[in-house]
């Protein structure tokens, strides 16, 4: 029985033979026809060389149209630098959705304050992200205790249900 090493080489040979009679060189680069179209000068990268991260995340955003989700959120983020240290002590974004910015105050007086400070919150938001991405600000006030647990939690449908 013949070994498996000269059982391959035979078969590599025989390979390396047909390629030759077809006009192939075994081991060298492939030449072109020259009834192949010519070669165009590529000027730009293409799409297998090495890109830059903040590239492919630019296009990917404006692909999927999520620029200005990420640029809201880059405000929220930077929410203190924005407004100011005072404010946002006491004032803190929430949610963002069909171009209205929802604001919390840990205060009624905060909440007033910060509803008069609307429009120049407004304006800033248009100088940091772009006009029309924030077109409304929503200020909401401190969410009161709720009843549903603790010592004046009832059962049932509902504290106000006597008359049954």
Do not use: Y
């Not at 492939?30 to 990268?45: D, N």
């Not at 077109?135 to 647990?149: I, Q, Y």
């Amino acid at each position: 029985m013949t070994p498996a090493s000269e059982v391959a080489r035979a078969a590599l040979n025989r390979a390396k033979a047909a390629a030759r009679a077809r006009g192939l060189r075994p081991g060298s680069s492939a030449r072109r026809s020259p009834l192949a179209e010519p070669r165009k000068e590529r000027t730009g990268p293409g799409a297998r060389d090495p890109q830059l991260v903040s590239d492919v995340l630019g296009r990917l955003l404006r692909e999927k149209g999520w620029t200005e989700d990420v640029s809201v959120g880059g405000v929220i983020g930077r929410w203190r630098d924005v407004v100011g240290p005072d404010v946002a002590e006491h004032c803190t974004p929430e949610t963002f959705e069909d171009k209205v910015l929802l604001v919390r105050a840990d205060s009624t007086a905060w909440a007033t304050q910060l509803r008069l400070l609307v429009p120049t919150l407004l304006r800033r938001m248009a100088e940091e992200i772009g006009e029309g991405v924030v077109e409304e600000v929503t200020v909401l006030g401190p969410a009161g205790p709720g009843f549903r647990r603790g010592p004046r939690a009832v059962r049932g449908p509902g504290p106000r249900d006597t008359w049954g």
